[in-house]
């Protein structure tokens, strides 16, 4: 597989901004839109897919939303619930409603299985009730790494965001709005963070 | 319900509010030139942020022009105009004319029955032209509505029609982009219902209108409708920087990182009152 920093004509480390930008100029130059009466017009169609390619793999490399599931060294022997493991094939291939439907009508709901519960209502936008039980599964088992990973995760992008908002608000803003910043940031912690700093 | 995704205007550079000012200038001509005179008064802020992020992820050719217009008559604005304005207009006219039918049957607001009435040759021209968002749009709010009427105490599912809703109108195109935009146009949705009902949670109380988070059995239910904003907006942050946006981004990061937080202080200062 190529390196998708090469292929962006980027050294590898490039920051974000640097990514974008790169991308920027070369989509522009071989969008097929711009390419329609060009005779190498495949050619050029073959280099954007090369640049989508390149971008949505250092994009998702680091910070992936479309799948907020590890769970890529997970074996069905290790757990023994071969239910679960096809739960965990279904999360992998987004299929959430099938597996939250499986999910449902199991009675035996073991760490495991509350953190399944939790990776797919994280997927399918809710959040806040993904987050407590992937809370419960962590407590039932704290030992395992995979929970955690999953906590720290979302963790960090919360704690990313409050730093960009509480800098963005410290650029010539009055003391007042860095005060409600930090309270605000203080307060996210406590709720849902509070709990997740326990853990790790 | 809208006017959730706003500037902070005194952290905006004077070049970025001029900006920020002539495309929401731009989608009020529009509405005017491509509607009518009275649809220029469900103008939103939601909508401006919709063509502001669009136009950063697409940078399709402005048409910019100074003009005065019956809100400054003094001094000529500066109006900017694109391909995307004209999209945001009409789906601005969907959804305040949706917004509309739903207060007039929530509460018999007789204020909007006649706004809805007004706007309903706007709405059919909208519609007609979108007939694909239009029909998705009105399944959202059907299932939002039939939410609402059991009275359900599940703020996500809830939450989530709104954002499936607003997940429609970011998706402007179907291209390498559809992804990433379905899920700001989903996370950006579950803010503005979620501030929309936290800011309405005492009001709503009292007159005994459906609040999703009054609904909940827990004791800090403001404490937890702010975090799940919270918790949402990093999800939308999150995925807006994935975007290749360059253009006009100091204006998009000054509404994701600092103008969205004012409008939820504000909700908390308004309540502390």
């Known amino acids: 597989m190529k390196d998708p920093y090469e292929v962006l004509g980027l050294s590898r480390g490039a920051s974000k901004d640097e990514v974008k930008s790169a991308y920027r100029k070369l989509a522009k130059k071989y969008h097929p839109d711009m390419n329609e009466n060009n005779p190498l017009k495949d050619l050029a169609e073959e280099k954007f897919k090369e640049i989508q390619w390149a971008y949505d793999e250092i994009m998702n490399g680091t910070a992936s939303s479309t799948n907020y599931s590890s769970g890529s060294s997970y074996s069905s022997g290790s757990y023994g619930s071969t239910n679960l493991f096809s739960v965990r094939q279904q999360i992998q291939t987004g299929r959430f409603q099938e597996a939250l439907r499986a999910l449902n009508s199991m009675t035996d709901r073991n760490a495991e299985w509350n953190y399944l519960m939790g990776v797919c209502y994280v997927n399918i936008g809710s959040m806040g009730q993904g987050m407590q039980f992937v809370q419960r599964a962590a407590n039932m088992d704290p030992a395992n790494t995979e929970y955690r990973n999953f906590l720290n995760q979302i963790l960090n992008m919360q704690r990313s965001y409050q730093q960009r908002a509480y800098s963005y608000g410290g650029r010539g803003s009055s003391s007042a709005d860095c005060c409600t910043q930090l309270i605000c940031a203080d307060c996210l912690c406590e709720c849902l963070g509070g709990d997740l700093i326990s853990c790790c | 319900m809208f006017g959730y995704v706003t500037i902070n205007k005194m952290e905006l550079k004077f070049k970025e509010y001029y900006s920020y000012r002539g495309y929401y200038c731009g989608l009020c001509k529009c509405l005017k ?187 800090d239910k403001k404490d937890y409708a702010r975090e799940l904003s919270m918790l949402n907006l990093s999800f939308l942050s999150n995925e807006i920087e994935k975007l290749p946006l360059e253009q006009d981004k100091g204006i998009i990061d000054n509404i994701i990182y600092s103008g969205i937080l004012n409008k939820i202080n504000n909700v908390d200062k308004e309540k502390i009152k």
């Not at chain 2, 029955?113 to 059919?124: D, G, I, P, S, T």
């Not at chain 2, 809703?165 to 803010?191: N, P, S, T």
């Open chain 2, 33 to 219: 030139t491509e509607y009518s005179n009275l649809s220029r008064f469900t103008l939103n802020y939601d909508m401006t942020f919709l063509i502001l992020l669009l136009s950063s992820l697409y940078e399709p050719e402005n048409k910019s022009y100074n003009e005065r217009c019956m809100v400054h008559p003094t001094k000529k604005q500066l109006v900017i105009q694109n391909e995307i304005t004209e999209y945001a207009a009409s789906m601005n006219i969907m959804l305040s004319y949706y917004n509309m039918i739903d207060n007039w049957n929530d509460e018999r607001d007789v204020k909007s029955l006649a706004v809805c009435k007004a706007l309903e040759r706007n709405f059919k021209k909208a519609s007609l032209k979108y007939s694909e968002k239009a029909d998705k749009i009105k399944e959202r709010l059907q299932n939002i509505s039939k939410l609402e009427k059991e009275n359900t105490q599940d703020v996500d599912a809830v939450s989530n029609e709104f954002g499936h809703l607003m997940e429609e109108i970011f998706l402007y195109k179907r291209d390498e982009w559809e992804k990433i935009l379905r899920k700001v146009g989903f996370y950006a949705g579950k803010y503005i219902y979620f501030l929309d009902a936290y800011e309405d949670m005492e009001k709503d109380e009292k007159s005994g209108s459906y609040n999703p988070f009054n609904n909940l059995e827990i004791e």
